[in-house]
């Protein structure tokens, strides 16, 4: 992807986390410190250093009070201040569990809430520094800390295997957490990106359509004055044949009138966007999705007949001509281009029920360990070094067979990826006939009577015109 816009997609976990949405975490979890430490010292009469508990828990409201006031609410964090904040949580905890019976206390079990977040909202490096930070704490934490002293005096502890296993499963729950929530942040995140550059490939294609449109309209509306101009031009030539000056103005304008044509003929190709073309047969739209790969060196066959009918035949289906198939249908025949070797083959079905496309190619085929893979987005280690090397036209496959996929698949076709029998690799791509079939044409209707007051007006200026 070349477009400046998806360069913008590079930095997946910039700014993913709100500073209110944090802020508002974190005066819950201000709120269940306070509530145990009142339950734990005014109802269960639990003995400990209760003000200076205290005192750990106005540092966490003073420092969610100063980012409330010094930021606006609606502030995206970057990733350092994120990860601050979330190391300052974590210490915080520690400095209040250690106050509170270090590893005995079982709410040491909230030391994975600031790392639960930062898997989910930070990158790799970040999450990796904090799950140590919280191991390294949790370890201290079970040697280290003020006891807590029960109404009858004696201190509440942990046999010493129960707090090993406490020990344990913090640790492994900082290791599982960690690899499970990054998987899932990193394919989501990847999933995200690749919508997005679905949508925007498919925004794109519909912008260059409705443009072929408005120049193809130009290029009729225009048709008229340019040929009025010509035959103007034409009647002054024959006029001053006599005047060379003159006659050689007289003979560049009918010039410049001649270049007109030829520019709005090769820019005016699609027809004007009128109701009738927005529909095709389903051979014009293949055609039209192949046209940009036929000089790329490469073969590119249409192959396409009917199965159904009494006879073994039927008429070739009119589709919709949608921005989303044709883009689709490009990139899996680009796909293909890529890796032929001399020749990519479109064969098309269709019965009374679906319509069937197979798109294949004589190269090497799919890799036989990511088959099933192919379609999602990013698969960056489909190729090795030496196709890299072959495939010289086209940039990671991963994303443009996934938005190839997506595009089609919107609009209701199944794609199954395969490799054929005799090698190279073949797509599928089959619709119900009534999701995409177009209503047959209907007829234009009688020629609308042109108004006769225009053309007597027009036929009298004529003659007034004449010497």
Not at 5 to 33: C, H, Y
Not at 56 to 77: C, D, E, H, K, M
Not at 398 to 404: D, H, K, N, R, S
Request: charged share 20%; glycine share 8%.
């Amino acid at each position: 992807m070349n477009d400046p816009a998806a360069a913008s997609l590079g930095d997946p976990q910039a700014g993913w986390i709100r500073l209110d949405t944090l802020a508002r975490l974190r005066w819950l979890a201000v709120s269940g410190q306070l509530g145990a430490i009142i339950v734990a010292g005014s109802v269960l009469e639990l003995q400990f250093n209760l003000w200076l508990a205290l005192l750990v828990v106005l540092g966490a409201v003073i420092s969610n009070l100063t980012g409330w006031l010094t930021f606006p609410r609606t502030r995206r964090l970057a990733e350092h201040e994120a990860l601050l904040l979330l190391t300052f949580d974590t210490v915080q905890l520690s400095l209040l569990l250690y106050l509170t019976g270090g590893l005995n206390n079982p709410f040491a079990l909230l030391l994975l809430a600031p790392f639960t977040i930062a898997s989910t909202v930070l990158r790799r490096r970040s999450t990796l520094t904090l799950g140590a930070l919280v191991i390294a704490l949790a370890s201290l934490l079970a040697f280290v800390r003020e006891p807590i002293i029960s109404p009858s005096g004696a201190p509440l502890l942990l046999p010493p295997l129960f707090l090993f296993g406490f020990w344990l499963a913090l640790v492994i729950g900082v290791v599982f957490i960690g690899l499970y929530l990054r998987s899932v942040a990193e394919e989501k995140q990847a999933m995200a990106e690749a919508l997005q550059a679905t949508q925007m490939a498919l925004t794109r294609e519909q912008k260059f359509t409705e443009l072929s449109g408005v120049v193809a309209a130009a290029a009729h509306e225009l048709g008229t004055p340019l040929a009025t101009i010509k035959l103007a031009s034409a009647e002054l030539i024959d006029t001053l044949s006599d005047r060379a000056d003159a006659l050689e103005d007289a003979q560049l304008i009918r010039e410049q009138v001649e270049r007109c044509h030829v520019i709005l003929r090769s820019m005016g190709r699609a027809g004007k966007d009128d109701l009738h073309m927005r529909q095709a047969p389903l051979a014009a739209i293949l055609q039209e999705a192949a046209a940009p790969h036929d000089t790329r060196g490469k073969t590119v066959r249409l192959d396409l007949s009917a199965i159904a009918g009494p006879d073994g035949d039927a008429p070739m289906p009119e589709v919709w001509r949608q921005a989303g198939i044709i883009h689709g249908l490009r990139n899996l025949i680009q796909n293909a281009v890529d890796f032929a070797v001399a020749e990519v083959v479109i064969n098309g079905r269709w019965d009374s029920d679906s319509i069937a496309l197979r798109i294949s190619d004589d190269g090497p085929g799919f890799p036989a360990h990511l088959l099933a893979r192919i379609g999602e987005p990013f698969l960056r280690d489909r190729r090795d070094p030496a196709r890299a090397r072959v495939r010289t036209g086209y940039q990671g496959m991963g994303l443009g067979l996934f938005i190839a996929k997506t595009l089609l698949e919107r609009s209701g076709a199944a794609v199954t990826f395969t490799n054929g029998p005799g090698g190279g690799a073949a797509v599928d791509v089959v619709w119900p006939r009534t999701t995409i079939e177009a209503p047959a044409r209907q007829p234009l209707g009688d020629n609308r009577p042109m108004d006769q007051s225009k053309v007597s007006a027009r036929t009298a200026d004529g003659a007034r015109d004449q010497p």
